[in-house]
């Protein structure tokens, strides 16, 4: 082997060692990409090193919405941003810069069952991950199965410390399902560990005057009330159900496909009648909207 096999073996070799995969994989691309653009050394280094810092942010964004557990498919694209209330759409831009974060405050999300309170969150969290902060998304009822396991084992309070490691916890449907007062108390123990130390974002579709059904208590729903309200930023969502309004968008759509030229529809049922004695199918009357 020449010199410069040896060269070009060592250096694949150091940076293997040095874990610079990138690196690695496009120095011999970029240096002759230096020699074609009479790049300084400087310049050919800068390359790479740029490369490799690009690689890796994405490899940890990409591992980062792994974690957070968030559905990538509701995006901040995928989201109507016109049904939203004037004020719920500037509370909603106002919190993508993620400043909220920093001061640990939290974000309550109020509104009926498919007003988007869920989808608002998921999107506007997938955009702080890929701005680098650390998210976590989970129902209520997943929440409290895992608290529950954690403290038959004796382990809740490990648990809640891996529950700090991130910025923002997104709590979906507080409320929904009826816990009982043992469920509801694990809760609120996560809440007041989490208490200006890291936001939590909730959404519920029952009102704070309904919340003693929830925590079982009018104590603990008072003491659980003032620590999420703090420092909190409120958003209410009084608008229709999304998904009804597209399951009634989808039957108007059938109805119109349904409805044919007179001509042509006697024409087609004359053919029908007189064939292989076939009758033509029942128009479509009505659409499942669950």
């Not at 020699?35 to 300084?40: D, G, I, M, V």
């Amino acid at each position: 082997m020449n010199r410069a096999g040896n060269v070009t073996a060592e250096l694949t070799q150091n940076l293997k060692y040095l874990h610079l995969p990138t690196v690695r994989q496009c120095y011999e691309e970029v240096a002759r990409q230096a020699e074609r653009e009479s790049l300084s050394y400087e310049r050919y280094l800068h390359e790479l090193v740029q490369r490799e810092c690009e690689e890796r942010q994405e490899n940890r964004i990409t591992k980062m919405l792994r974690e957070s557990q968030l559905p990538l498919e509701k995006s901040l694209e995928a989201f109507d941003t016109k049904r939203l209330p004037a004020k719920a759409a500037r509370q909603m831009r106002s919190l993508l810069d993620g400043s909220f974060l920093e001061r640990t405050d939290n974000v309550l999300v109020f509104g009926n069952p498919g007003s988007g309170k869920t989808h608002m969150l998921q999107a506007i969290s997938q955009e702080l991950v890929r701005r680098g902060h650390r998210m976590l998304f989970t129902s209520c009822e997943m929440l409290v199965q895992e608290l529950l396991i954690a403290k038959r084992d004796l382990k809740l309070s490990r648990l809640i410390k891996r529950y700090s490691r991130y910025e923002g916890m997104i709590i979906d449907d507080l409320g929904y399902i009826r816990q009982t007062r043992e469920e509801m108390e694990v809760v609120f123990t996560l809440l007041a560990e989490r208490y200006e130390r890291g936001s939590v974002l909730l959404t519920s579709n029952l009102p704070f005057s309904k919340w003693e059904g929830i925590f079982k208590d009018p104590m603990t729903t008072a003491a659980a009330i003032d620590r999420l309200v703090h420092h909190s930023i409120i958003i209410e969502l009084n608008i229709p159900s999304y998904r009804l309004e597209q399951a009634k968008n989808n039957l108007q759509s059938l109805e119109t496909d349904g409805k044919e030229e007179p001509g042509l529809a006697a024409e087609e049922s004359g053919e029908l009648s007189s064939g292989s004695g076939l009758r033509p199918p029942p128009p479509a009357s009505s659409l499942d909207s669950r």
